[in-house]
């Protein structure tokens, strides 16, 4: 057969079969490559999608990227359900098997050390919303154009202000203990930067967007600490995603820092707040 | 059944909602190897600002009439085929009214 090869994931070899009306991200089922004792799994795709440069353009449009990201996350998520997976990036392409299996001997002892990392383990992700304040929406939008004199304005915009930073301090406060408890069951943790708030379809504001490495025997327990998290304090909402394949632990370990890094960002009002409310 | 390990009932997937979940993880995250194909990471971490902006707010726009992503031609291919794209400015500017109409009540 003709086509490339697309590469969704590598595992070490494993006794059940994936379900047999899986289909990958141009309709082809899954096939694995067992090489060097470790399993690529791999489909075919056209060059017309996928050659560099359809690729690229293909990348482009969001219909397209919307339904090969899907394909690409169903195929990861069987194998999650059979075995532990290296997700690889969407889109790793190869020309066709013996590039698939040169990729594995260039890489073998790090794709053995990652694996070994994750073996037994998935992710899943927590994210932490403020919601609309229940106050100000009691007595809805007056807001501070209506004041009478620059005196009032300010002190209105003080006031709203300082209601503001209470529940930033509240929410802040409630994602950080949250995170601190849940990282105690966790082998890893990452924190993501937060999702558009003005345009993700969740309402409210996330200020955690979290990820975990959670062994499997450790997850309802986990699973258990969020939802007891989730009615803890009112106007903040949590929202538990998962089980993931860990894609958010398949790098090397050198990312860490780099991600503990959007801590700062992850929690806390985003600057650009200071300027809204009127 | 030979599973690995017992695991809890899925949580938050299925849904259309999750597109950004999934892209989050399937776009930015998962082992980075460079293939045959080359493929410019930074034209996807370019690619990746532009969904964090759009894609997260597909389903809420849909649900507010919004759906002026789709007649961005960079974006979709419907518009690239019906040639939407004057439509676009107009539509952008609309979402800009209603994203700072919403903003007293989300921001107090």
Known sequence: MTGLRYVYAVCRPFGAALQSQLRGVAGDPPRLLNHHGLIAVVSHVPETDFSEEALRARLEDLDWLAATARAHQQVIDALTVVTTPLPLRMATVFRDDSGVRVMIEEREDDFRRTLDRLEGRVEWGVKVYVEADPESAAQPAQPARRAASGRDYLRQRRMQTRAHEDRWARAEELAARLHETLSSRADDTRLHAPQNPALSGAAGRNVLNAAYLVRRDVSEEFVEMVDRAKDDVPGIRVELTGPWAAYSFAGEETAREEDTGTREKGVGPPEEDAGEGT | ?108
């Open chain 2, 1 to 108: 059944m030979t599973t690995p390990g017992r695991l809890p009932e899925p949580y938050g997937q299925g849904q259309s909602a999750n597109l950004a979940d999934i892209l989050e993880r399937v776009l930015d995250k998962g082992i980075v190897i460079a293939g045959d194909i080359r493929i410019n990471l930074l034209d996807i971490e370019l690619l990746t600002v532009k969904l964090r902006l759009v894609v997260a707010s597909v389903d809420k726009a849909k649900e507010m009439g919004i759906d002026w992503w789709e007649s961005d031609p960079a974006l979709s291919s419907h518009a690239r085929r019906d040639e939407l794209t004057r439509e676009n400015a107009e539509l952008r500017e609309r979402l800009r009214e209603l994203e700072s109409g919403r903003a007293p009540r989300e921001a107090p």
